[in-house]
T-cell receptor, first 108, second 116 residues
Framework: GQNIDQPTEMTATEGAIVQINCTYQ??????LFWYQQHAGEAPTFLSY????GLEEKGRFSSFLSRSKGYSYLLLKELQMKDSASYLC?????????FGSGTKLNVKP | GAGVSQSPSNKVTEKGKDVELRCDPI?????LYWYRQRLGQGLEFLIY????????KSGLPSDRFSAERTGESVSTLTIQRTQQEDSAVYLC??????????????FGQGTRLTVV
């Protein structure tokens, strides 16, 4: 089976840094994606990791450790518009398996 | 169109009726996915189409669910004899998998299905 775990909800303050963790146990692995989903909207792509290490894209960074089945998404200089759900997804050849998502609340 | 288009955006149906949901993928995208998202939950894989290959139906929850796709164009997801537990947002996504396995999926806005 496929098992992808994320915290259900997190709260952080505007301007701060927040780290959203994702652990996975899947029967296969090609890569790991992070998506952002605002309430009532479609998920949009944020980042992708296939090798171990950190990938940085502006205020967002994503880290992967394949041996530990672990990833995190790091958001810096939080803005109110970052309030959304963040979905971790494992790519296994022809399918994407999603976690339940982490709802991030950014407070002033 | 520029993005993945789904219709209808909202559908309210009576328990026991059949519904058909439509997805227009991004032109040229060979891969198409259907996902179900219940309120406050993650995305549940339903079915995957890749070009003219046999679809991967391993995520369909029961035989009341079926999907079709003609070539690399429109897909329809049909739910027969709807139940209240089928109430969810049904998301369609497409990706240009002919560029390799690991390209991101582009999602439509979804169809919100409510079974009353």
């Amino acid at each position: 089976g496929q098992n992808i775990d994320q915290p259900t909800e997190m709260t952080a303050t505007e301007g701060a840094i927040v780290q959203i963790n994702c652990t996975y146990q899947t029967s296969g692995f090609n890569g790991l994606f992070w998506y952002q989903q605002h309430a009532g909207e479609a998920p949009t792509f944020l980042s992708y990791n296939v090798l171990d290490g950190l990938e940085e894209k502006g205020r967002f960074s994503s880290f992967l450790s394949r041996s530990k089945g672990y990833s995190y998404l790091l958001l810096k200089e939080l803005q109110m518009k970052d309030s959304a759900s963040y979905l971790c997804a494992v790519s296994n050849f022809n399918k994407f398996y999603f976690g339940s998502g982490t709802k991030l609340n950014v407070k002033p | 169109g520029a993005g993945v288009s789904q219709s209808p955006s909202n559908k309210v149906t009576e328990k026991g009726k059949d519904v058909e949901l439509r997805c227009d993928p991004i032109s040229g995208h060979t891969a198409l996915y259907w996902y179900r998202q219940r309120l406050g939950q993650g995305l549940e894989f339903l079915i995957y189409f890749q070009g003219n290959s046999a679809p991967d139906k391993s995520g369909l929850p029961s035989d009341r669910f079926s999907a079709e796709r003609t070539g690399e164009s429109v897909s329809t997801l049909t739910i027969q004899r709807t139940q209240q537990e089928d109430s969810a947002v049904y998301l369609c996504a497409s990706s240009p998998r002919d560029r390799g396995f690991d390209t991101e999926a582009f999602f439509g806005q979804g169809t919100r299905l409510t079974v009353v």
